[in-house]
């Protein structure tokens, strides 16, 4: 069975929102900005002559400026965590991009697949979140790749159930008797 036109322009946009979440998901794993604070010393309020200390830290080092090398500080659980989720999202975005030329039952499987992914990488960040503010650049990141993991899941998942529904009509017998087909977005006149 193939997919018509429409659908299979909705399981390309959920395969391109797949991997455009991976790819900033893999961005915000690779780089070190994570959590940005500034310390003032004592004092709350930073006036002009007033020199400030940066502090920077990702899943993997924690830097300061002035001082010497970065500290190895490794974030093994939301790293794990994170990396599954982008493992699970790249799985389901290949799939979907297969699923656009051969329909099979793994059709079923990828919102499976996204909701996994996105639910790891949400764990991930909130293991993170527990710790240390997100308040930079590569936390943004991973937080964009999550939203764009959650919109490919309801585009999956909607055509998984249109097709099972159509599947399942067919295979009943409704079309060999002289029923017609109705598609699930009319009010069936």
Request: proline share 3%; net charge positive.
């Amino acid at each position: 069975m193939t997919l018509d036109p429409f659908f299979r322009r909705m399981t390309m946009i959920a395969g391109i929102f797949a991997f455009i979440g991976v790819v900033l998901g893999v961005v915000a794993l690779a780089t070190n900005y994570w959590t940005m604070e500034t310390d003032f010393g004592s004092r709350m309020v930073m006036t002009e002559n007033q020199n400030g200390t940066m502090q920077w830290n990702g899943l993997f080092y924690r830097c300061m400026s002035g001082e010497g090398p970065c500290m190895t500080m490794f974030w093994r659980t939301t790293f794990i965590l994170c990396l599954m989720g982008m493992i699970f999202l790249l799985v389901g975005g290949i799939f979907s991009m297969w699923e656009m030329f051969q329909t099979s039952d793994r059709r079923f499987f990828i919102p499976m697949l996204y909701f996994v992914a996105v639910v790891m990488m949400t764990a991930g960040l909130f293991d993170y979140g527990s710790w240390q503010r997100m308040n930079s650049h590569s936390s943004r990141c991973m937080m964009a790749g999550i939203v764009f993991g959650y919109a490919a899941l309801p585009i999956a998942a909607f055509i998984a159930g249109r097709y099972s529904a159509y599947d399942r009509y067919i295979n009943n017998g409704h079309a060999h008797n002289g029923q017609k087909y109705v598609p699930a977005s009319t009010n069936g006149n």
